[in-house]
């Protein structure tokens, strides 16, 4: 099986996954277009959040970093950065935890050496003791760049982390993605599987930079299994970040039936949660079936539990 993963949604999913299934039968591909470097470090926030999650160790509450984690050396970072005067170029407002960074060094060492992104994100899954394939959507930068009602251009991290997404969106470009090959073993992940899954993170800013690599869409056009998406949106509203205001400043639908919509074509099933049972008549009109079910990911065992009903019911009925 594989997923085109984006951050927390998706690695909840799984990790649901994985508690269902022999973790080595699934590939997961991951969203690169967040990644930025801070601070002299690659961090790739997405691939963290999915080896946290999968390995165990994540902070189920917050989404990204590790549980228990502690941030001396970060602390020491803003306090000499504000001696400095603070300047935002200094990237103070991103944290950074104590064991995070042995991650991120880890990375960094092994790009410096002369692995690929494929290979550095596998020796780190290993590291983990994670058993799921991992897989960075492209070995070549893919960057997404977020235009701003006053015009301006953000970086990424720029517009989630340091203001906290609370400027409007106009335009996402995904910079570098026409040109991006998929990373090795990303297609043949994607074509050859019984399920393929799009698990409930933003479309637009996390399963879309995938989806804008030629190579990875029309894999998941012409794919073999059976293509199952997961909506983000539950009740009018993104289960975590700003996916309902994304989709909303760029004209589409804050619904169930507005997610689905952007990928016509691409899924066979859309798994809705029962809030929204009554936009499953929509759904099927996209040509798509609707499977209804409680999908809230409160907690580990909630996340085996979604997974769980949509492998018995969607992928192996
Ligand atoms: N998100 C935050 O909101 N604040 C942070 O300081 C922060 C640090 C961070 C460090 C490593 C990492 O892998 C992720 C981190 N994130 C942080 C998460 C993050 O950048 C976003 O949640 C994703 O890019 C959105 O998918």
New binding site residues.
Partial sequence: MSAIS???GSARFCAGLVRNLDPRELTIVVNTG?DERIRGLL?C??I??VLYHLSASTDWTR???LAAETFVADERYKELASRLGGDADLQAW???GDR?LATHQLRARLLDTGRTLTETTAAIARALDVEATIIPMSDEPVRTVLTIATGEELD??EY??HRRQADEIIEVAYSGAIKASPAPGVVDAISTADAVFIPPSNPIL?IAPPLAIAGIRDALATAQGVRVGVSPIVGGKALK?PADRVLASLGHDVSPAGVARVYEGLLDVFVIDEADATYAPEIEELGMHAFVCDTIMSGPEEAARVAKTILDHVVHH
């Fill in positions: 984006g951050g927390v967040d961090i926030p997405d963290d959040t989404g990204w970093g991103f944290a950074l995070d990424f991290q989630f982390v996390s970040g």
